[in-house]
């Protein structure tokens, strides 16, 4: 089993849509979660770090649910420009960063 | 915001000769630095972690001898690529993070082409 799971997608969703990805991660003493976005042919990008209450900022919303080792980003009013791919990161306290593979998201027009 | 940047963006080489990239973090010490590889669309994958003033912890399968790794102050690492192949041809990035940070802040990244 992979450390950290993510669905590739591409989700495909028009403009103002509602979307929602799930990130599952191995090991349960993980103590850091994140959520970074990705440009074609670009570097990661900080998206939000994901807090055990959940935060929330502008159309974006991380969640993180220990119990069940996976924390979601849900994007509300979807834009042209949130096309990218969204990458979940965990730490588990150590120097070392567990990347996803990473969710592909389209919108369409 | 975190500023990193990488040198040179785009590097085109022949086999066999040994490429430098430059790593810096413009606004803040950082105390780690990281090497990534990525290789078309596939997810970033770890080479090595470096702390400023000692030695890089590579990951498994990464050679040391192939991929040297320098973190000599707190706002510059290097990799040199040593005798480059084809195969190297990648997308190198390297992020950075102070040690009260959780985050780590990603430099533009590096093109590498071996002709």
């Known amino acids: 089993r992979k450390e950290v799971e993510q669905d590739p997608g591409p989700f495909n969703v028009p403009e103002g849509a509602t979307v929602a990805f799930n990130c599952t991660y191995s090991n349960s003493a993980s103590q850091s979660f994140f959520w970074y976005r990705q440009d074609c042919r670009k570097e990661p990008k900080l998206l939000m770090s994901v807090y055990s209450s959940g935060n929330e900022d502008g159309r974006f919303t991380a969640q993180l649910n220990r119990a069940s080792q996976y924390i979601s980003l849900l994007i509300r009013d979807s834009k042209l420009s949130d096309s990218a791919t969204y990458l979940c990161?965990?730490?588990?306290?150590?120097?070392?960063?567990?990347f996803g593979t990473g969710t592909r998201l389209k919108v369409l027009a | 915001g975190a500023v990193v940047s990488q040198h040179p963006s785009r590097v085109i080489c022949k086999s066999g000769t040994s490429v430098k990239i430059e790593c810096r973090s413009l606004d803040f010490q950082a105390t780690t630095m990281f090497w990534y590889r990525q290789f078309p669309k596939k997810s970033l994958m770890l080479m090595a972690t470096s702390n400023e003033g000692s030695k890089a912890t590579y990951e498994q399968g990464v050679e040391k001898d192939k991929f040297l790794i320098n973190h000599a102050s707190l706002t510059l690492s290097t990799l040199t690529v040593t005798s480059a192949h084809p195969e190297d041809s990648s997308f190198y990035i390297c992020?950075?993070?102070?040690?009260?940070?959780?985050?780590?802040?990603f430099g533009p990244g590096t093109r590498l082409t071996v002709l």
């Open positions: 990161v965990v730490n588990s306290g150590t120097y070392k960063y567990i």
């Open positions: 992020s950075a993070r102070q040690r009260e940070w959780n985050e780590q802040f």
